[in-house]
């Protein structure tokens, strides 16, 4: 998008270079006036197989960018995003190091990979910038490999199991039943796998098949060959990004009728699978029927601005930026050590949800609300994002937030 307060990489380059150009012939003013913005480091992974999500935080942390500098910006000076491909481990490492070192930004915001997550929030901590995590749900980043400038607006996979778990559980999908998943192979996936197998089993499930899945795999009838011979009562996916919108795209096209349930998901693959071909129950961090006036607002400007509803992606990149746009106004600093401070300390957050948000201070886990939901049949779908119904908040009203959170079960170990 060109926008003048909303820079990609390749303007930041040119306005640099036209500002150095300017101050050899005299005008230094230019200068003052670059440093009169808050530079904020987007890296998210827009190729590969997350792509297709990394495309929709770009758009929300966007959007944020200009509701913010439309409202006079923040302690009087614009946001100005410096946006990157985190690509791999390896590239988001390097490339988190470039934004703290070189562009100097205020702090990071971004990933869905939870390998690449990892290695952002080490270069976070030895920095001490803050990152703000917005799509990896890996619990280990929340346990063993916490750490005080590194936060989760996104949920931990306990969390996702949890919440589509309940309503598992109401309808009788446990208990009993023989299970068949498949996993993606990295770091999120077995992760996910280890959370949902324990809870499965523990509430009187049983895994009768398990089959870890490549992140560039396409073809899914190997698999799909497998389940039909297992005959499970239930299918369920821990599989990441572009995996789910093959997958269900052909679970579909196979014409079996195991029932489909997920434990990780983003809308937006399930809009890439094409109509009538999205199942079961999944849980999701945020929708876009969230029943809320600020989410209104967001899913009405979103819409208006991209032509098509936002999806939780979009939520958590959006929502990030406008989080580090309150803490920095009320702290009356743009200062990364005491953003996490401030972060730590119990703020509340609008989250576009019924009960505000907050990061609490045992693993800078965002605790919130949750939502499940089902699939509908082809034939009510009002239009091609129309593809589920709600079916509640999880944890309910009345119950604690914190019973959705990962457990306190002293993994995580904040270093000073």
């Not at 439309?70 to 390097?94: F, Y």
């Not at 990295?186 to 098949?209: M, P, S």
Request: aromatic share 10%; charged share 20%; hydrophobic share 40%.
């Amino acid at each position: 998008m060109a926008h003048s307060d909303d820079l990609t990489r390749r303007t930041l380059l040119k306005g640099a270079a036209s500002a150095t150009a300017l101050v050899g012939l005299g005008m230094p003013a230019i200068v003052k006036a670059q440093s009169d913005v808050i530079r904020i480091g987007h890296l998210t992974p827009i190729t590969g197989f997350l792509g297709p999500l990394g495309e929709f935080a770009q758009m929300g942390v966007k959007l944020a960018a200009e509701e913010i500098n439309a409202a006079g910006g923040v302690l009087g000076r614009k946001i100005e995003l410096v946006i990157e491909d985190s690509v791999n481990p390896q590239t988001a490492s390097a490339k988190a190091e470039r934004l703290i070192e070189r562009d100097k930004v205020a702090m990071i915001i971004g990933e869905i990979s939870s390998a690449s997550a990892l290695a952002i929030g080490q270069v976070a901590y030895r920095t001490k910038t803050v990152f703000i995590n917005t799509g990896a749900n890996s619990d280990a980043l929340r346990g063993a490999s916490c750490n005080p400038f590194m936060f989760h607006i996104e949920a931990a996979n306990s969390m996702m199991v949890t919440a589509v778990g309940t309503y598992l559980k109401n309808e009788n999908m446990i208990k009993g039943k023989k299970w068949y998943s498949l996993t993606a192979d990295y770091a999120f996936g077995h992760d996910l796998f280890r959370v949902a197998k324990k809870f499965v089993t523990e509430n009187g499930g049983e895994f009768i098949g398990e089959d870890l899945v490549p992140t560039d795999a396409t073809d899914f009838s190997p698999y799909l060959l497998k389940i039909r011979q297992a005959q499970p009562d239930i299918v369920a996916s821990n599989l990441a990004g572009n995996q789910i919108t093959n997958f269900i795209k052909q679970y579909a096209e196979y014409g079996l009728q195991f029932p489909i349930t997920g434990f990780g998901f983003d809308t937006a693959v399930a809009w890439g699978a094409g109509k009538g071909n999205f199942s079961g129950i999944w849980p999701l961090i945020w929708h876009h029927m969230v029943d809320t006036p600020s989410s209104k607002k967001f899913v009405d400007a979103f819409t208006k601005k991209y032509g098509k509803p936002p999806e939780n992606q979009s939520w958590g990149d959006y929502n990030s930026l406008k989080i580090v746009a309150q803490s920095f106004t009320e702290m009356k600093s743009a200062d990364p050590q005491k953003l996490a401070e401030h972060l730590r300390k119990g703020a509340k957050f609008d989250v576009l949800k019924s009960r505000e948000g907050y990061f609490r201070a045992y693993d800078n886990q965002m605790v919130q609300e949750m939502y499940a939901v089902r699939a509908k049949d082809s034939d009510k779908m009002k239009d091609q994002w129309d593809i589920y119904d709600p079916l509640g908040t999880v944890p309910g009203p009345n119950e604690d937030l914190e019973v959705l959170a990962p457990p306190k079960d002293g993994t995580c170990k904040m270093q000073a």
